[in-house]
């Protein structure tokens, strides 16, 4: 990632490891995907893409960028999916220690297990929250655990595993998958209380995994496997709004960005999705905005008692 020396071209007083409250881990690993190759072209055009992004959040208000955001170097030691794997787990690890929030650039799925594995340790009760169009229950594919269409497997037994967005996956992984705790897009274009839903399936600490074909390929075209009757772009940012403001976000990861050629708006999503995020977690008093809602529907109800009482 050459030219890239900050996140989105912060200040360099605000992307130092000792200073910045957040890190981001590129992690451009493509070893076992399928079909559609170039995710580790992924965080190259990610980051590139975040440098030409505003960096006030009209939302929240606010600017999260001042609490630091340190750009990590890049994850490489890939030989095998193994090696991903555990040089993915040991890195999130010591940034944990240093009590960093941290979050990851993909590169595809696989990259995540590494990840959930050192946030497992390091918190009792961990849900992790998976958007995505795939299931990736499989305990093996093609020879290797660590595969993409694995990325949830080890999860799904260690964790408290929500899946939403789900609209593809092999029979056999009905057998692993606990379906009281899935969110089928098939059901959710049906369902206008599934957000409520889901976020009474989680505990309190929350990892979130964002695989970037949960989105519609309308909105989002450039992953390796894009599935039609996907999550759009408001629906989402009001799901995890929600999610952020009433659970205890631990960190994250975005994957599966598969730039193309002509199409920069998927890099821009990808881009603009992680902030939005960021500024979710870190905005002052946003967490309480659900507040004045409560006290207007309070107030409303109260003078419908009232506008009752007076007709007695
Ligand atoms: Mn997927």
């Not at 999130?92 to 946030?119: C, D, M, P, Q």
């Not at 505990?203 to 519609?216: G, K, N, P, R, S």
């Not at 952020?244 to 975005?254: A, H, L, N, R």
């Not at 006290?295 to 009752?308: D, E, F």
Request: net charge negative; glycine share 6%.
């Amino acid at each position: 990632m050459k030219n890239i020396t900050t996140y989105a071209g912060i200040p360099s007083n605000l992307a130092s490891i000792e200073t910045a409250k957040i890190v981001v881990i590129p992690v451009p690993y493509d070893g076992t995907s399928t079909w559609g190759k170039g995710a580790d072209k992924g965080p190259k055009a990610f980051f590139e893409a975040s440098e030409n992004m505003e960096l006030y959040d009209i939302e929240t208000d606010s600017e999260v960028f001042q609490n630091g955001i340190h750009l990590a170097p890049a994850i490489t030691t890939d030989d095998t999916p193994e090696q991903m794997v555990s040089g993915v787990h040991e890195t999130v690890k010591n940034y944990l220690k240093k009590n960093k929030f941290v979050t990851l650039i993909g590169g595809e799925h696989s990259i995540s297990i590494g990840a959930i594995r050192a946030f497992t340790e390091r918190y009792d009760h961990l849900t992790v929250l998976q958007l995505d169009a795939h299931a990736d229950l499989r305990m093996v594919y093609q020879g290797s655990a660590y595969n993409h269409a694995c990325a949830m497997y080890e999860a799904s037994q260690h964790t408290n595993l929500v899946q939403v967005g789900i609209r593809s996956m092999d029979a056999s992984e009905k057998s692993v998958m606990n379906t009281d705790n899935v969110f089928f897009a098939h059901e959710m274009a049906e369902d206008d209380y599934w957000m409520d839903k889901a976020i009474d399936m989680l505990t309190d600490t929350v990892y979130i995994t964002f695989d970037l074909d949960a989105f519609d390929p309308s909105i989002l075209p450039a992953t390796g496997t894009p599935e039609p009757g996907g999550m759009l772009w408001y629906e989402t940012l009001t799901f995890l709004k929600k999610v952020f403001q009433q659970k205890e976000v631990v960190g994250f990861d975005i994957v599966e960005l598969c730039p193309r050629q002509n199409d920069s708006s998927s890099s821009f999503t990808a881009a603009k999705l992680y902030y939005k995020m960021l500024s979710y977690k870190f905005a002052q008093d946003f967490k309480n905005e659900d507040a004045p809602t409560t006290q207007i529907k309070v107030a409303s109800m109260i003078n419908r008692l009232k506008y009752h009482q007076d007709e007695d």
